[in-house]
């Protein structure tokens, strides 16, 4: 596969109108973009289905979590604006309900773990007894039995992950840091080569691309390291 369908750029960024910048940019050297809240509460729906119906590939990161029908409405929307990925929260039976109503769609539903900046304290916090590798691959072996099309996790799990899910679901690792990089609020980090190496299908990769002086330059040496893995 091309490794530029699976580098995920993060526009993590606060307007439209740098998002449209950071994809200018990058030009062909950018196909797959994921656009979170911060830009969703900017105009980023939008911005989205345009960039989609350009030919570029969008990951929704959402991270839904909702009753079942509530669920199940926002997927049948989001499955209709041609988004490639989205996530939800991996609970059982919103992965249910959003299996079912993405079915015969081209939307591969993602299943949030446990989230990259939270450790095992972060965990206790929460109320949470599991260490986080533990609960990765409890959620992980849930989302595979609901038909999900793959999880979101730490490329420190992505191995094990890989274990449990087989050869053909998803494995999007966020928290990818190339060596040298600020690991910023990020917890669990890896770089591009090894992510890919320990079972990763996909890298998500923001500041690192989007806040670099040269942005293409930057998007280009990760894909580099990837081909190499």
Request: glycine residues 10%; hydrophobic residues 50%.
């Amino acid at each position: 596969m091309d490794p530029r369908e699976r580098l995920i750029i993060g526009l993590d960024v606060p307007t439209v109108r740098e998002a449209e910048k950071v994809v200018l940019s990058l030009g062909e050297d950018g196909l797959f973009y994921k656009i979170g809240y911060q830009l969703v509460f900017a105009g980023g729906l939008e911005f989205a289905r345009d960039l989609a119906a350009s030919g570029k590939k969008i990951f929704l990161d959402m991270k839904l979590l909702d009753i079942d029908n509530t669920v199940a409405s926002g997927v049948e929307n989001i499955a209709k604006m041609g988004m490639s990925m989205l996530t939800l929260h991996a609970y059982p039976k919103a992965m249910r309900s959003a299996v079912a109503a993405a079915k015969g769609s081209g939307l591969t539903l993602l299943g949030v773990t446990v989230l990259t900046s939270m450790d095992a304290a972060d965990l206790i916090d929460a109320g949470y007894s599991m260490q986080p590798h533990d609960l990765v691959l409890h959620r992980a072996e849930q989302a595979r039995d609901a038909g999900m099309g793959g999880i979101v996790c730490s490329a420190e799990e992505a191995a094990a992950v890989r274990q449990v899910l087989g050869p053909d679901m998803a494995v999007v690792t966020p928290g990818i840091r190339p060596a040298g990089a600020d690991h910023g609020d990020q917890k669990r980090v890896m770089t591009p080569a090894d992510a890919m190496r320990a079972g990763s299908s996909h890298l998500v990769v923001a500041r690192p691309i989007v806040k670099a002086d040269d942005p293409r330059a930057a998007a280009r040496a990760i894909l580099a390291e990837m081909a190499t893995a």
